[in-house]
């Protein structure tokens, strides 16, 4: 059996990088019982933002290794590409694996475009804003408002994730 792609076994790190992070953030300041829930917030949006920052960048790889399985693309590096720069490279492309069309949704409108967006905030934190803007970023319940990061899907994330890397890795051994 040869051995994985060095970009899925990348992707593979990080993702194992976002579920131990999961893991700590749930063991240590999930407990919404606990009388200090709220003011471990600046922990939590801590731990969420790194586990975004530890997708996005397996997604990068993933999709570094997708696009070395294509041709026209295997020789390029994708690395230092942005997020726009590469939703082109996809888009250009003649025949993109089912994985791959599902990576470019993903970009385009899906969690990954959301991911995007969430690492190009500025500012992530409760205690620069004023009491009043805290209280209300605190108190949003609305469903897919990535504002407060209490209410992120962040497992759905990481069990998605983990399905679209097995989608690669079995396309990359059909080829």
């Known amino acids: 059996m040869a051995l ?3 970009w899925l076994r990348a992707s593979q790190h990080r993702l194992a990088f976002s579920k131990s992070l999961w893991q700590d953030l749930l063991a240590n300041y999930g407990d ?3 009388p200090n829930y709220w003011r471990q917030r600046p922990q939590r949006m801590a731990y969420q933002y790194a586990i975004v920052d530890h997708l996005l ?3 990068k790889h993933l999709v570094q290794a997708s696009l070395k399985q ?9 690395s230092m590409l942005t997020w726009l720069q590469v939703e082109a490279l996809l888009v250009k492309q003649e025949f993109l ?3 791959a ?3 470019l949704l993903l970009i385009q409108k899906g969690d990954w ?10 500012d992530f934190s409760v205690i620069a804003r004023t009491q009043e803007q805290s209280q209300q970023l605190i108190i949003s319940h609305s469903e897919g408002d990535l504002t407060n990061p209490d209410h992120w899907p962040v497992a759905r994330w990481l069990k998605d994730l983990q399905s679209l890397q097995t989608a ?3 396309s990359m051994q059909e080829c």
């Open 113 to 122: 475009m959301d991911w995007i967006k969430l690492q190009q905030q500025a």
């Open 101 to 103: 069309q599902q990576m």
């Open 70 to 78: 294509l041709g026209s693309t295997r020789f390029d590096d994708i």
């Open 97 to 99: 694996s089912p994985p």
């Open 168 to 170: 690669i890795s079995d």
């Open 4 to 6: 994985p792609d060095p």
């Open 32 to 34: 919404i019982e606990h």
């Open 57 to 59: 960048g397996a997604a």
